[in-house]
């Protein structure tokens, strides 16, 4: 007896490799994925504007890091006290306005470089609601606890959505003609705009992407939405909030991203090198104790072992943390 849905993921034709530069662009689900991608060590920048939601302000990114933009105090604007950006999270606001343009500038420049090697970028889209604002019409990525009053609230028309993402990754692609894009909807629920108008933006996001995928051989979709709208089906795999999932439900769609999208042979090389950074991430009371040290002293051997044979591998950081100061406090 069976008590869900399967759903068969058909395997790219070119997986992802530790020899690849990618990209990740989106929502906040695009973190989980980003997160993970790290732990194992790949080459990997993540949301450059910060979380970004919709597509247009993804699109409008990806074409900054094309032209390389830099940023001036005149694209900023100030609101409780902060200088912000309408293309970036919040992250990026500071009290100080030439502060908040050296962390905007110092991303840009790292995912102008970073794209234009780029082997894949995956693109997480979270509502196809877009905003502007009223006063100039420019579209908003993050609207920072502005007032509603400052804003027009639109749903994006399929067309839209593919016309701007279709003319983005067509310019990109005359960059860099390498460049294969994987594309995902976010299972989060943006519930504050209503459950019906919520599944009316996914719904768009969806076919837009789907045609994207039909129009163009380089791109390409993996159903993470699926996996947790439709396999799982519970709320038991989600946050206390009913909208975020949780840590199991994120755990499972990773085991799916990377059967789907990780040959064999990297999944072999992903085991050895979580070890390693599970290890990296052991904390004892007693450093002193020889047990430690031996404990140490193995960790460093096996990752000088996995440095000679994949040279390539960002392990210094845990290399450095097994051989430095092998007893501390002496």
Known sequence: MKFSLELDIAALDKPFTYHDQIL??????????????????????????????NPQSVAQSIDNYIEAKQYCKEDLFQLNELWNSWDHHTRFSDID????????????????????????????????????????????????????????????????????????????????????????????????????????SKARLIEAVHQLCEQYSFIHYFPAYELIIDVLRDYRFYDIDFVHPNYMATSFVWEHFVNACIGS????????????????????????????????????????????????????????YFTTNQIIGQ
Request: with cysteine; net charge positive.
């Open 24 to 53: 990740l662009i989106g929502s906040c689900f695009t973190e989980h994925i980003s997160d993970r991608l790290q732990q194992h060590k790949f080459n990997v920048l993540s949301n450059p504007n910060g979380i970004l939601f």
């Open 97 to 200: 306005a030439n502060e908040a343009l050296i962390k905007i500038n110092k991303a840009q420049e790292d995912a102008a470089s970073f794209i234009q090697n780029a082997d894949w970028i995956i693109i997480t889209l979270g509502s196809a609601f877009q905003y502007f604002l009223k006063e100039n019409g420019k579209a908003v990525a993050n609207n920072h606890r502005a007032p509603n009053q400052w804003f027009e609230k639109k749903l994006l028309t399929v067309e839209t959505i593919i016309a701007s993402l279709a003319q983005t990754l067509e310019k990109l692609r005359t960059k860099n003609n390498k460049v294969n894009i994987l594309f995902t909807i976010s299972p989060v629920r943006h519930i504050r705009d209503g459950i019906v108008a919520n599944n009316r």
């Open 265 to 320: 042979d990297t999944t072999m090389l992903m085991k050895e090198i979580n070890e390693i950074a599970i290890a990296k991430s052991h904390r004892t009371r007693f450093p002193q104790t020889e047990a430690h040290q031996d404990f140490r002293k193995k960790y460093a051997a096996k990752t000088k072992i996995l440095l000679a044979k994949y040279p390539f591998l960002n392990l210094q950081e845990e290399l450095n």
